[in-house]
């Protein structure tokens, strides 16, 4: 059904003329894209523009959020899925995304396997739920522009992938029929082990110590590292990152380092202790 999915396309860029000016500007601005060649730039902008029309961005009043802010957001979606065909990358339950202007505080309250209700107070810069909005912090979208391994909209976005399968994030996203879930399991379990390993002898994680507070954390943060810092996380976890290079059908770090010297591309990573 290509011809379809190119029809609908050229039918919609009638209506709504992608705007060129305002993508060149997003793009040479996001790190994250400068691996792209040019027919993958064309691709991105068309299916991001195409996303921006599904999509409802909710704000307070007083916070700018301008077209460039949106082709940002819709950038960082579609680079996930882009070497998908399109009948794959659908974003299904993706609608309503609300920014807010800087980290924001929840109540929680949570009872353990024991029966025990916890209450606490948690920071976050970033939430998803199935079937609900994505909520996103402003300014930390706009500081992780320039930070290896951290991006929070990678992060909630890949949350609303692993939420594909049953509604539930817990590291298991829909795989492809050529990769093998069992493969997926014990790729990602050697990881989790090695992480959690590293936080019960009191020593630092190779990557954000957050990957090792839930199996769906660590999904999203091993592919904030496969978007925004690939050398370290193929340094660190070869085989994982060699997973990911075929779940996403993309290469993010060959040739990243050409165009943008030092760790790929970023300034050093800095600590990040709100929750996502
Ligand atoms: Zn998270």
Avoid at 1 to 22: G, S, T, V
Avoid at 33 to 39: I, P, Y
Avoid at 113 to 119: P, R, S
Wanted: charged letters at 25%; proline letters at 7%; hydrophobic letters at 40%.
């Amino acid at each position: 059904m290509q011809w379809l999915a190119a029809w609908q396309r050229k039918r919609f860029l009638k209506r709504h003329p992608l705007p060129e000016a305002a993508w060149r500007d997003v793009l040479s601005r996001l790190p994250v894209t400068s691996c792209l060649d040019a027919a993958a730039r064309q691709r991105l902008m068309m299916r991001g523009w195409q996303r921006l029309h599904h999509l409802a961005f909710h704000f307070p009043e007083p916070l700018t959020w301008t077209l460039e802010d949106q082709l940002s957001v819709a950038a960082h979606i579609e680079l996930i899925t882009l070497y998908w065909p399109d009948s794959q990358a659908r974003w299904p339950d993706v609608h309503d995304i609300v920014v807010v202007p800087d980290a924001f505080r929840r109540h929680l309250v949570e009872t353990d396997t024991a029966g025990v209700i916890h209450e606490h107070d948690d920071e976050r810069i970033g939430e998803t739920s199935s079937r609900g909005p994505v909520v996103l912090s402003m300014n930390d979208m706009q500081a992780d522009r320039h930070h290896a391994g951290v991006n929070v909209i990678i992060h909630e976005f890949i949350h609303k992938l692993d939420m594909q399968n049953d509604g539930v994030a817990n590291g298991f996203p829909p795989l492809h029929g050529d990769i093998s879930s069992r493969r997926w399991h014990a790729t990602f379990t050697r990881v989790w082990q090695d992480l959690t390993d590293h936080v019960a002898r009191g020593a630092p994680t190779p990557i954000n110590e957050y990957a090792a507070t839930d199996p769906a954390e660590c999904l999203a943060v091993c592919c904030e590292y496969f978007f925004t810092a690939p050398g370290r996380l193929k340094a660190t976890y070869p085989e994982l990152h060699a997973l990911l290079v075929e779940y996403f059908r993309q290469d993010p770090g060959q040739k990243r380092t050409t165009q943008h010297p030092g760790a790929d591309g970023y300034n050093a990573r800095p600590s990040q202790p709100a929750s996502r």
